[in-house]
């Protein structure tokens, strides 16, 4: 299956009357009159996203704070773009944040691009993700595509960064569940591994037996 939003969200008539009354410019994109639409827009696309961020593909929190709204072109640069439903995607704030207001056009644009082909990163509309960017062991990410959208990704948006927060997320819960953390360990051990575990565990209880 294509891994792309497979169609934009559409704002009711409601939202266009606001949109059309209270944005002048990207700064607009704050005011809470547009909280309704931010909302549906949300709900629209998290089914249509499968519930993953659009660059990283880690699964979106639930809470308002554990989601962004992200403008593929940012809208300082381009703020006629602010309110495209082809522009906004859900983002997870750290690629947000770690994107930021990073060029991500071959070449300045008037109108709104039909097509990935002058977007240097994976457009969330346009683009087959698959195709650009295969993601191993959950965090290790590799640029696929010649036209190096992939590998432009991965550096805007710092993609990197996941292979940090997986051990730490790791570690974490290693700390909270101990057993958790070693049936973890014997799931995805060699043989000689789980054997040594084992062991381990002996002498874990033999321990406890003993105190
Ligand atoms: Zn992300």
């Given at each position: ?55 990283c ?77 295969e ?12 036209a ?30 101990p ?16 054997q ?9 209880i ?6």
């Open positions: 299956m294509v891994d792309k939003i497979s169609a934009p969200y559409v704002p009711t008539c409601e939202e266009l009357k606001t949109i059309k009354a209270h944005f002048k410019d990207d700064k607009d994109w704050k005011n809470e009159k547009f909280d309704g639409f931010k909302s549906n827009l949300i709900t629209d696309l998290r089914l249509k996203q499968d519930n993953k961020c659009c660059y593909k880690w699964e979106l929190g639930y809470d308002i704070k554990n989601v962004d709204i992200e403008h593929i072109i940012p809208k300082s640069k381009y703020s006629q773009f602010t309110f495209n439903p082809k522009n906004l995607a859900l983002s997870c704030p750290g690629c947000n944040t770690s994107k930021s207001f990073k060029n991500v056009l071959h070449k300045p644009v008037k109108l709104y691009p039909r097509g990935g082909t002058n977007i240097m990163i994976v457009h969330a509309h346009f683009d087959d993700y698959k195709e650009c960017i993601i191993h062991d959950g965090a290790i990410y590799e640029g696929l595509d010649d190096g959208k992939g590998c432009d990704t991965i550096k805007i948006c710092k993609l990197h960064r996941m292979k940090k927060v997986l051990k730490k997320m790791r570690k974490a819960n290693a700390q909270k569940s057993v958790k953390s070693l049936v973890e360990s014997l799931r995805t051990a060699t043989k000689e591994e789980q040594e575990l084992a062991d381990l565990v002996v002498q874990l033999n321990n406890s037996a003993g105190n």
